[in-house]
């Protein structure tokens, strides 16, 4: 059962990449005075939004070096907002949906980043990735939070067969037991940055690869030819 399979593939992840990640950071140089809580998870994951992951830690770095808090960042100016985190892309916009979203939550949510999504949506530049991300990373919520690694690898494993984030989320979220929602980003995200890496996964040291029905075709391929699996 695919269930089975996708509790199996996150048993495997989990003792590789131990911890996780939250968007913006990653398993080296992790900043502790930037922690997971709910402010700080949703600045990142607006950063992250169409950008490298490299490119976000750099640009959230910058920001929250020059403003540590959501009251600073209320009060900013947006240019220099946008100069600070130019790393991420899309600067201009990314800076007012940024100094927007906190202007909101201090004036209609007295400075608390609300928990339930339908709110978090009416953020601005929050999508569906952004809002499970806070609920699960910041909150402890279950939430399938799917970006483009989790997209990605699920339907190359064969878990789901998608075209749309969104529809990925669902699948997965029917696919697999909820207590195990979070862990799909935790560690999928991990796998996609370090292992089974866009345009060339490296199956021959992936764990799960007798679970996946990508590694799975491309060991036969491999082994039809005579050759050593890639």
Not at 201 to 217: A, K, N
């Amino acid at each position: 059962m695919d269930t089975e399979r996708i509790c199996e593939i996150l048993n495997r992840l989990s003792e590789v990449y131990v911890g996780g990640v939250y968007p913006g950071r990653s398993s080296e140089g992790l900043n502790p005075e930037w922690p997971a809580d709910p402010f700080h998870v949703l600045v990142a994951t607006i950063l992250s939004q169409r950008t490298k992951d490299d490119n976000t830690r750099r640009a959230s770095d910058n920001l929250f070096n020059r403003f540590g808090t959501m009251e600073a960042i209320a009060a900013a100016d947006p240019d220099e907002v946008a100069e600070l985190v130019r790393p991420a892309g899309f600067p201009k916009q990314k800076s007012k949906a940024i100094v927007d979203c906190c202007r909101i939550l201090l004036e209609e949510h007295g400075g608390v980043v609300p928990s339930e999504t339908e709110e978090l949506l009416e953020l601005p530049m929050v999508g569906r990735k952004t809002a499970a991300c806070v609920r699960s990373y910041a909150m402890g919520i279950p939430s399938v939070c799917v970006d483009t690694h989790v997209h990605r690898i699920s339907n190359l494993m064969g878990l789901v067969s998608t075209k749309t984030p969104e529809e990925t989320e669902y699948a997965l979220m029917d696919l697999a037991p909820r207590d195990r929602w979070s862990d799909i980003n935790r560690y999928l995200v991990r796998h996609g940055q370090e292992t089974c890496i866009p345009n060339h996964p490296r199956c021959s040291r992936c764990v799960v690869r007798d679970l996946c029905d990508y590694g799975i075709r491309r060991g036969s391929t491999a082994a039809e030819a005579g050759r050593t699996p890639p």
